[in-house]
């Protein structure tokens, strides 16, 4: 709720706005590069926020993330650090307070830069607080600008579908963006683009600390309805040779305008102190917090045998539902994109109603989302195609990888094995991009009994994790002796699995690829060829000994359904190259586009067959 206002404290929340203003040009200008200009027309807008809101339950979200300076300084002045510390390390190596708002800094629940993702923040943010039955009010600060990116037309549908209407959104309608007037660079009605989505609309001079107060109450207050309040801003709000100029967008003061600019503000310090304190060493040793993550237990492990063939993707959503049930008292959040059936969350919807969330197509906004709302102690998982789940959302994962969220991240659909659905549709590269996010964990398993088991784990586990599966039903991966591989085994992130032993040569297969290299083994010692089979499930974590080991036995044969010069193929050449490893290497991967058919077919086309990986390990060993 938004606190009440007395005379004094309105004074005093004028003063610390006014003051912000000055501290907004003096940290930009002497680090010579910020964003001024919006800085100024939102800073009566934080400024408020900050200091009506309670700090300790609510949510400010800020979607334009480059108003950095006018956020640090509110919160400065809200008392939450040192208003000097923030000139001092404004856009600093080491420096806590980087050049777009990072969760380190206290009072921000999210870190953002690339614009239109606030919303969908907040829509992650409502979500948890509803699965965990606690009250909280989110309010977003946005641009008018990024009002034009169609990922926040996918938030406001989910607001109003889910009636999240403890969001409230602020716009700071100053009308100018980088290119000038934003009517003249896209034409675009606000009012009626949110009123249209069921939002309530509020107009307010942005300016007008009165108003401002006003609207934000009765927006708290009422929750028959989102709320957005368009407040009517001034670009460079204060300044007068800055007002209303998009040069100061992204350009900070020179000192010539620093000096003109000093006739019509008060910095608190003589800027020669600051200039001098700009020079000190960054000397504070800042440590990251964790966001929560809840004690979860995996249960027990379930075991596909030998005469049972399903699919990957079953099994991951069977363990979904039974890590659930084993969990009662765990806040979950399930994401699905239009595609339950398919990637099979819905046994989870139906087991678990109030915890799943249908987005339908909207996957940009879902991926935010989701990783925003595992940031406040619940269990969140995303399940797509991963074609949608990676490769379209690769920006949003980003986003995820960087606030080093606790996203599950559950993708089917990898590989050639999608065959009919073609080129579009099916995954060959999203090892070439997980592969960048760092501290995002990858899964690729083996089979379902894998799959149960590396599920299990990722959804009791904190931080950032992928499990990847194919479409197509395969049987459970046997020993020599004939018993499933995986029975009492457990999982261990970066554990190869020697599947086949051999002498003269090792054979590396990512994930489900795993059973053809198994028959390609057969084949090959029923012509006296023994090779090593190790089956890889973690490509980002295989282990040098397993290089070193396999390229001392012989060539090393990597077979994968994903393209060799960015997938497990690439990563061994990159660990055997970075330590000096001597390996023969023969990629047996997917070389470009695949064509549209049966997905042996399309294996086929790239001598991915059993038949066709043995005569090539043949004719390199004979």
Known sequence: MINDLTPEKLDEIAEKSRKSRADILAMTNLAGSGHPGGSLSSIDIYTMLYHTIDMNADKVVVSHGHTSPAVYSALARRGLFDPKEVIKG?????????????????GVPWGTGNLGQGLSVACGLAVAARVKNSEMDCYVVMGDGEQQKGQIAEARRFIRKYNLNNITVIID????QISGNRLDVMPQDLRAEYESAGFACIEIDGHDLNQIHASLKKASADKTAPYVIIAHTTMGKGVSFMENREKY?????????????????????????????REEPIDEEHIRSSWPFPRMSPGEAHLYGKDVITDNRSAMGNALVEVARQNPSAPFAVFDCDLAGSVKTDAFARAFPDNFFQSGIMEHNTAVMAGAASSQGIVSVFADFGMFGIDETYNQQRLNAINEAHLKLLCTHLGVDVGEDGKTHQCIDYLGLMRNLEGFSAVIPLDPNETDLATRWALTQPGNCMIGVGRSKIPAIMDTDGNEFFRGKSFIYGRAHHLRTGTRATMFALGAMSFQAVQTWDILMQEGIDIEVVGISCPFAVDIREITRASETGPVFVVEDHLSVSGLASQIAYISATNNIPIELIPMGITGFPPSGPSNICLKCFDLLPEDLAKKVKGRLT
């Open 249 to 277: 967008h992204g350009s900070p003061l020179n000192k010539e305008e620093m000096t003109k600019a000093l006739t019509e503000i008060d910095l608190d310090w003589p800027l020669e102190e600051l200039r001098t304190l």
């Open 173 to 176: 309608n100053n009308m100018l």
């Open 90 to 106: 404004f856009r600093k190596v080491g420096s806590i307070f980087e050049g777009h708002v990072e969760p380190t800094v206290p």
